[in-house]
């Protein structure tokens, strides 16, 4: 283990509230986009002149065609059981980052200008004026919510502070005050297919390159194969699988898999992105461009399936939506899930015998996994409730001699969000990220403490990006995260591989 941070907050487990700190995360925003971002999707470049009445108006129409978030901003009956659920407000312990206070920022202005109370006697139900302060708060703290839905597990009403971030990101959008980072990763997803702007010839050298590294590793040829018309199976993955730690190992765990199988399958250039942050910014429309893009290539290359691959909100958008978004899927195999996870593959054809396994390639890792918030609380796996909990947890306890589980109030439904989601993976919210990490941290803490664990396995790429960056704060090692597929790689035996008995697993650190 690293050394960690003494500055990073520490609190105190089981998860309690944390001392009052009024107004401490109020300067703190992501970069506003520049014209050209908000542009390439529609938006005004700038935040316009009559923002004030655009902003209204639409809200109202936002009311209007969005029930569930009228009925949200209308129900809240101010009961407190969300209060401390949110790892923004336990790590930072600004009021303003408790759900219940997070959505009224904007259920303030929409009882001014919806409701006959706020519009008479404002000041009896704390009902308040758009103001240009009221705007700048929105942006921050609506930049300060990962959308992750915990607090709405503890809501009685089953409100969701997730749709009302979103309508006030959307919102934002339209008035021309975007968010830098979001907006300029779905224009790069129009132009060229993935959120990093990876071209297909790059991208080609890449798998050609992890292609070697397989060979080099096992003696055996697997491939990796990109814009192959014909093949069976469009596998659509996070583009951090191309190129990150630990994302790239947990790609030449699902093509070992697919090898393994016998199944003919591709990746795209065209829809080399699974990520969608049209969700984060609350755009229906963006949400839909980015999904007809992997319907065309599901349609261009002529294959049967589509599987995902590990990526939290993605899977949340294909399970939940790319059907509405997409659909209709009627060109595919119907006799398989449309779309699948790439967990639920692996674990059929673990079912199915027709995988090999050296667990003990795995022994140097002592195992814990997070449930990532929309694969947890946002979708399912497999046929039976609950598979989006249990198919992970399988597929390591397959490959792997020792796992042990977080805290009870902190994994499955009630899992904690890793303090980078929602669009808030970037740079300029690194000192949000650390602090909303801190309950999933203490968690680990408690579960190295109570058993030595080494390391914590995701299903996403935002995850492991954010875990990667944040552990070394909290005494962790950088490669202390890793893919649920890269342990799948460490200890699958591919037909005719050489073995070596002492072949390390790549990343893996001898236990003290
Ligand atoms: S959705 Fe998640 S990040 Fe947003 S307020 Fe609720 S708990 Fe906090
Ligand atoms: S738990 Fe639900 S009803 Fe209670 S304060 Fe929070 S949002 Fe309002």
Not at 404 to 432: F, I, N, V
């Amino acid at each position: 283990m690293a050394d960690g941070d003494n500055n990073v907050p520490h609190p105190a487990f089981p998860l309690e509230v944390p001392e009052f700190k009024c107004g401490a995360m109020a300067d703190l925003s992501p970069f506003v986009a520049a014209p050209e971002h908000n542009e390439a999707l529609g938006f005004p470049g700038e935040l316009v002149d009559d923002w004030k009445e655009k902003a209204i108006a639409y809200m109202g129409e936002l009311a209007k065609k969005n029930r569930a978030f009228q009925v949200y901003l209308d129900i809240c009956v101010k009961c407190g059981a969300c209060t401390d659920k949110c790892h923004y407000f336990l790590g930072t312990g600004d009021p303003k980052n408790m759900p219940v206070a997070r959505q009224d920022l904007l259920r303030s202005v929409y009882r001014r200008y919806y409701t006959f109370a706020g519009k008479y006697f404002p000041w009896l139900v704390g009902a308040r004026d758009l103001t240009e302060e009221v705007l700048h708060e929105w942006y921050s703290y609506y930049h300060q919510c990962s959308e992750c839905r915990r607090c709405s597990v503890f809501c009685p009403y089953g409100i969701d502070t997730a749709e009302i971030t979103m309508a006030a990101r959307d919102i934002l959008d339209h008035i021309g005050y975007g968010m830098k980072y979001s907006n300029e990763i779905i224009g790069k997803v129009h132009k060229v297919g993935n959120n990093l702007g990876l071209p297909a010839k790059a991208l080609a050298a890449t798998l050609e390159d992890l292609e070697e590294d397989i060979e080099d590793e096992t003696g055996v040829s697997v491939r990796i194969p990109l814009d192959e018309k014909g093949a069976d199976i469009l596998l659509v993955t996070p583009s951090a699988d191309f190129f990150a730690e630990p994302h790239i190992d947990g790609l030449l765990g699902y093509a070992k898999v697919f090898h393994e199988a016998g199944v003919s399958w591709t990746i795209s250039s065209y829809a080399s992105e699974a990520a969608n942050f049209g969700m984060f910014i609350g755009s229906y429309e963006q949400m839909r461009e980015v999904s007809l893009r992997i319907r065309k290539a599901a349609q261009d290359l002529g294959v049967k399936r589509i599987i995902f691959g590990e990526c939290g909100h993605a899977w949340r958008v294909a399970y939940s939506f790319l059907n509405t978004l997409a659909g209709p899927f009627d060109f595919l195999d119907q006799n398989y899930p449309i779309p699948q996870h790439i967990l639920e593959f692996t674990w059929d054809e673990i079912q199915k015998g027709t995988l090999k396994f050296d667990k003990s390639k795995n022994d140097a890792y002592k195992m814990t996994y997070h449930d990532s918030c929309n694969v947890a609380r946002a979708s399912r796996m497999g046929d039976e409730p609950g598979g989006q909990f249990e198919i992970p947890r399988n597929v390591i306890k397959a490959v792997c001699n020792y796992y042990y589980e977080m805290p009870e109030e902190t994994t499955r439904e009630a899992t904690l969000c890793c303090g980078g989601g929602g669009g808030l993976l970037t740079d300029d919210l690194m000192d949000l990220r650390i602090k909303g990490a801190s309950p999933r941290m203490t968690a680990l803490q408690q579960v190295t403490e109570d058993h030595g664990v080494t390391h914590m396995a995701a299903i996403c790429a935002i995850c492991k990006t954010q875990f990667s960056k944040v552990m070394p704060k909290y005494g962790y090692d950088m490669d202390s995260i890793v893919s649920v597929h890269q342990l799948v790689s460490n200890a699958i035996i591919l037909t005719g591989q050489e073995t070596e008995q002492d072949d390390a697993p790549k990343g893996a650190k001898a236990e003290e």
